[in-house]
Each structure stands twice: as C-alpha cells, then as structure tokens.
C-alpha cells in the first residue's frame, strides 16, 4: 500500500485553498518525504515493547538512505515552518510519532531527569532518553531555541542518545544551527550538539521571501466587537492566515513551577478566551511568560467589565499592560469598542490608561515584533 508523501499533501491543500503554493517550500518538500519515506517499512503500531521490538532498536535501521537522521529546517518567522513539519506528521505512516514544543519537551526532560536523580542513576540522560525512544519512532519538535543554561547543558547528551536508539527527528527554528545559544554562559560547552545536529541532520533553510503573518499583523484588522458569531468567524480566518495552515497545540508554560496553558499556539502566534487568561488567578509574571512564547495573542469574547467581575478586570489591565511593554501584537474580540468595555464603577476611571492602550496597539504600526 502506497504511503502519502509531504508532496501530495502540500498540493491537495495548495488545490483546496487551504494553502498558498511557495517556491521556498516546495523546494524542501523531496527532503519531507525522504523523512517519510524512511518510515514507511515501519509498522503502524507493535504490540510487543513498542516499534523498537520491530526493528531490534539501532540507528543503522533507522537512518533515511542519505545518511542523515532528521531534518532542521530554519528560517524567518511566518515563513510556513509550522505548518510543512505538520504535513510531516500527518503524512508519517506510523504511530509512534510526537509533535510537540520544544520549549514543552524540554521541561519533561527535566522532570524526568529529577526522577533519575532520586533512584540514584549516574548516568540520568539516557533512561530518560530511552523511556522517549521507547514509545516514538519520529518525534517533531517545533521552534527549537536554547536560552536556558539548564537546557544547554543536556541538549547534546540527550540528542545524542535518541539518535544512538534510532530516533528520526525533525525540528523547526528561527536561528540556524551556529546561531543557537548564541552568546549563552559556557557556550563552548554547547558547540559539540551544534557539531552532531550538522552532522546528523540535513539542515534547510527555508527562505522564502514572504512572511505569511504580515499582511494581518502589520495593518489588518484586529479588534472585533460586539463578540458575535461574525466576530468569531473573522477571528478564526484570522488565526487561519497568522499560522499558514498549521495545526494548533495547546502548550504548557511553566512559571515558579506553576504551569500556564495557552489552549492554542503554532508558529509563536497564540490563542485564549479572555476567561482562560484572566479568570485564572494569574499574575504579571505568568503574562510576561506568555510574551517569552509568542509574538501574537489572540484573545476571543473580551466582555464587559464592572464591579461584577472586578478581580477578572484587573487581570485584565495587568495582561494589556504587560503585552503592551513587550510590544505583542494582540488581535481581539469584545463586547464592545474599548472605549464603552468599562465606563462605570470602581475600576473604571483607571481603565482610560488601558482603553488608551488597547487603541494604540490597534494601529497598523504596532507590532514590528510581530512582523519583522
């Protein structure tokens, strides 16, 4: 039976509108279904130890026919980066496969290393590696980016043991290889991974010239009231033309071991209801964690605010103070224009600063972050 390939994938959703057809991508789309078509002889699922049990584990039987065990595919924001690693997903004819942040990825490594620690395991990276290695066959990690010394510090070592157990990854960034840890503290510890991701991985830098995301983050419309059915409908094209196709995740940001969920992200743009950010006992360091992860928010059903929900409304100035410090694009839908969301009660006259705010963050030169 015939597998799927990237390239088929790319022209049905290219035909159905889904997708606009992109020189750059389509010049890396052979390498996608290389990496797919090294899966293909691996069964859909095995009911004994996993797919490792099917092949006798080693990275000889998983290594695609140029050598290589993965792909590293970098470029500018907007640039489709998302979306092309979810056709990989979707067209890998196997189900021990994972996409997942690797910003998420890494905080269970450490978990998991935590673990290790407490048994007593000298070596703490590779149970951990192989407990991965031992439930996926590809494992997709998008926006790979290092800036934590924690990280850096086992990146290498863990990368090191999932290629050994034949692990075939695949992974988005905005920075090239060189580029990752870029001035970080002990850097020339970290240049060995930089050293197996070269050697490993076919690095790709998909350089197209169009940013996808611009068109709306740089002056389409981004405040949608009052929060009816149109509204929705215009905030869902909206997050369809931000992330280029790209299938959505929730992801978990940890703040002081707390966790903080975005129930939507791709492509650093992120989505929430009003009431998932500010009906939450939040705070300006769980909003400042969210800026870390995105460049736009959308945020759905903004209502109006009073002394009925008084404590939601004054997370609700923190969030727009902190976006608006960080310089984060925000895309909304309300009850009403900015202006009329909080006209009386308590609260309301220190709400002007907010409402002046959420009016300058409308303009269509807000936002380079977010477009650049």
Not at 215 to 236: C, I, K, L, T
């Amino acid at each position: 039976m015939g597998v799927t390939s990237v390239s088929d994938l790319y022209r049905e959703r290219v035909k159905a509108g889904l997708l606009r057809e992109d020189e750059a991508q389509a010049q890396v789309l052979p390498l996608m279904d290389a990496v797919v078509d090294s899966l293909q002889d691996q069964p859909a699922a095995s009911t004994n130890g996993g797919w490792r049990s099917w092949f006798g584990g080693g990275q000889a039987d998983a290594a695609p026919a140029d050598g290589s065990q993965g792909l590293y595919l970098w470029g500018g924001v907007g640039r489709g980066k998302s979306m092309l690693m979810d056709l990989i997903v979707d067209a890998a004819p196997i189900e021990a496969k994972r996409r997942v942040h690797f910003h998420e990825f890494m905080q269970e490594i450490q978990t998991g290393l935590e673990a290790a620690r407490k048994r007593g395991d000298q070596d703490t990276v590779r149970p951990v590696a192989q407990e991965v290695a031992a439930s996926v066959r590809l494992l997709c990690f998008d926006e790979m980016q290092i800036t934590d010394i924690a990280d850096a510090m086992i990146v290498g070592r863990l990368f090191q043991v999932l290629f050994e157990e034949g692990v075939v990854i695949v992974t988005t960034s905005n920075r090239t290889p060189d580029d990752l840890y870029k001035h970080g503290l002990n850097r020339q510890l970290f240049l060995p991974f930089i050293k197996l991701l070269k050697e490993r991985m076919q690095v790709v830098e998909l350089a197209s010239p169009t940013d996808y995301r611009q068109g709306r983050a740089a002056g389409g419309q981004v405040w949608f009231s009052p929060a009816n059915a149109e509204a929705r409908a215009a905030m869902d094209a909206t997050w369809a033309d931000l992330t280029g196709g790209a299938t959505p995740a929730p992801r978990e940001i940890e703040v002081k071991g707390r966790k903080v969920i975005l129930p939507k992200c791709a492509d650093r743009v992120g989505r929430a209801s009003f009431w998932d950010l500010c009906g939450q006992p939040l705070g300006p360091a769980d909003y400042l964690a969210i800026t870390r992860e995105v460049d736009v928010l959308m945020i759905d059903a903004i209502p109006r605010l009073s002394m009925s929900n008084y404590n939601e409304a004054k997370r609700f100035v923190t969030l727009i103070d902190t976006l608006y410090e960080a310089k984060l694009k925000l895309i909304a839908s309300a009850a009403d224009e900015p202006e009329q969301l909080y006209n009386e009660g308590e609260g309301s006259f220190e709400f002007e600063r907010t409402t002046s705010r959420l009016r300058e963050m409308q303009d269509a030169a807000w936002g380079a972050r977010a477009a650049g």
